[in-house]
C-alpha cells in the first residue's frame, strides 16, 4: 500500500522493528487510510486481520517514527508500505523501502511485492525507487439473483470432504498449503505449530474451514477457508478466504467443489454477497469463478524489487 509521494527531501524518521505497542496505532492509520471512497473494497475487518498478524509477528514490519510519532510503517508479508500524509516528501518512502527489503530478505524471500495503488503519485514513487509493476490481485464478487442461483457443492468422485480437525488435521493441511502454493505469485508457507497457534486462538471455528481428502491415499487434496463478516455499511457479507487444490486433483472439478462449498456456507451464515480475490495470472480460476457468477470488483497491483540483506536501523 504504498503512499509516498516524493523520494525528494531529507529523511528525518527514524526506522525501526516494529514493537507491539505499535500496533494500534497502525491500525488506526489503516482504518483512516481505506475509506469508502478508496475503491480498494478494504473492509475494516480485513485490516483488522491485517493488524492482528503484524501483532503476531511484529518482526515482519519496520516503522518509522518522527519525534515519537508513527509516521509510516512497511509489512512485506502484508504487501503494505504506508507513509502518513503529514510526512511525505521527506524520503521517508525510501527509508521504509530499504527496511522492507531487508525484512524480505530475512523471510528468504528473493522479492520485496508491494502493493501500489493506481494512482500517479503512488506509481511515480514506485517506479524512481526501482520497483516494477508485477501481477495484479483481483477481488472478485457475487451477490443478489447470480449468488442465490449458485447451486451447492457436487464433489467428485474418490473424495470425502469433511470440516477441520484442529486435533488430527494441522500437520497433513500445512503439507498441503506448501504443496499447492509453492510455486503461487503470492507464497504462503505454514509449519505445522504456525496452525496449532492460529487455530487455538479464541474465537477460532474449525467449521469454517473445509478439507478434502482422496479415498485412496488418505491424503488432503483440497480445502477451502470462509469468513463471515459485516460489511462496512452494516450488510452481512462473507470472503472465501483461502483455497486450494492439490495439482492431481484439478480439472476434476474439485476446484469447483470446494469453491461452492465456501458460497454455501457462507449463504448458510447469512451473507448476501461473497468475495474472494484471485491473482491476474490465474486464468483458468478468474474463468470458473466467472462462470459461477462471480464479477471483477477491485485491483490490488502490486510491483515488486529485490529484496536485500542489506541491516536496518
Not at 73 to 88: I, T
Not at 133 to 138: D, R
Not at 225 to 235: A, C, E, L
Not at 269 to 283: P, Q, W
Request: glycine residues 10%; hydrophobic residues 45%; aromatic residues 6%.
Amino acid at each position: 500500500m504504498t503512499t509516498e509521494t516524493s523520494p525528494g527531501g531529507c529523511g528525518t524518521a527514524t526506522v525501526r522493528a516494529c514493537r507491539a505497542g505499535d500496533v494500534a496505532a497502525i491500525l488506526a492509520a489503516m482504518l483512516a487510510s481505506h475509506g469508502p471512497d478508496e475503491g480498494d473494497s478494504l473492509e475494516p475487518y480485513q485490516l483488522e486481520r491485517a493488524a492482528e498478524r503484524i501483532a503476531d509477528n511484529p518482526g515482519s514490519c519496520a516503522v518509522a517514527e518522527v519525534a515519537g510519532h508513527l509516521a509510516g510503517w512497511v509489512a512485506p508479508s502484508e504487501g503494505d508500505l504506508m507513509v502518513l500524509p503529514a510526512y511525505r516528501r521527506r524520503g521517508i518512502g525510501r527509508q521504509l523501502l530499504a527496511a522492507g527489503q531487508a525484512i524480505a530478505a530475512a523471510e528468504g524471500r528473493e522479492l520485496l511485492r508491494l502493493w501500489v495503488r493506481r494512482q500517479p503519485a503512488s506509481e511515480a514513487f514506485a517506479s524512481a525507487s526501482g520497483l516494477r509493476p508485477a501481477a495484479s490481485l483481483w477481488q472478485m464478487r457475487v451477490a443478489g439473483r447470480d449468488l442465490a442461483a449458485l447451486p451447492g457443492p457436487a464433489f467428485p468422485t474418490g473424495t470425502a470432504a469433511r470440516t477441520f480437525s484442529p486435533v488430527n488435521d494441522p500437520a497433513p493441511f500445512a503439507t498441503l498449503v506448501n504443496r499447492i502454493f509453492i510455486d503461487h505469485p503470492s507464497p504462503v508457507s505454514l509449519t505445522e505449530d504456525e496452525v496449532r497457534r492460529a487455530h487455538a486462538t479464541p474465537g477460532f471455528d474449525p467449521t469454517s474451514i473445509l478439507v478434502v481428502e482422496d479415498l485412496s491415499s488418505r491424503e488432503m487434496v483440497g480445502f477451502c477457508r470462509v469468513v463471515r463478516y459485516s460489511g462496512r455499511d452494516g450488510s452481512a457479507a462473507g470472503e472465501i478466504r483461502l483455497l486450494g487444490v492439490d495439482r492431481a486433483w484439478r480439472r476434476k472439478g474439485l476446484g469447483r467443489a470446494v469453491t461452492s462449498w465456501g458460497i454455501a456456507e457462507l449463504r448458510r451464515r447469512g451473507a448476501e454477497a461473497v468475495v474472494l480475490a484471485v491473482e491476474g495470472e490465474n486464468t483458468a480460476a478468474q474463468r470458473l469463478y466467472t462462470d459461477m457468477g462471480f464479477r471483477f470488483a477491485a485491483e490490488w497491483p502490486h510491483w515488486t524489487i529485490a529484496a536485500t540483506s542489506a541491516r536496518r536501523d
